[in-house]
Nanobody, 119 residues
Framework: QVQLVESGGGSVQPGGSLRLSCEASGDIFSVDVPSWYRQAPGKSLELVARIASDGNIIYGASVKGRFTISRGSTKNLLYLQMNSLKPDDTAVYYC?????????????WGEGTQVTVSS
């Protein structure tokens, strides 16, 4: 069974940094288009960052220049480095990934990790 597990969330003061991790586990043959999304209270789901199939990296306008998405040394690891955090970055952050298990590609979501930015 394939699953995604996020970690690294927590509480931080404005201007601080956090590094989120996402680990995919299970019978994974291939991976593609890893992404991070977030959802703040009372708001809709928002794309934070994505690594497209051609390698291009897309960032949401509100995080560009402050957040960095990257892959780990193995295909099943994904990171989101978040610097200069603001109270508006408070949200549940979700890892989203297209994964091939056996002959089937599916889109998977993690359960989310809470990030709270507050003084």
């Amino acid at each position: 069974q394939v699953q995604l597990v996020e970690s690294g969330g927590g509480s931080v003061q404005p201007g601080g940094s956090l590094r989120l991790s996402c680990e995919a586990s299970g019978d994974i043959f291939s991976v593609d288009v890893p992404s991070w999304y977030r959802q703040a209270p009372g708001k809709s789901l928002e794309l934070v960052a994505r690594i497209a199939s051609d390698g291009n990296i897309i960032y949401g306008a509100s995080v560009k220049g402050r957040f960095t998405i990257s892959r780990g040394s193995t295909k099943n690891l994904l990171y989101l480095q978040m610097n200069s955090l603001k109270p508006d970055d408070t949200a549940v952050y979700y890892c989203n990934w297209d994964l091939q298990s056996g002959m089937t590609w599916s889109t998977y979501w993690g359960e989310g990790t809470q990030v709270t930015v507050s003084s």
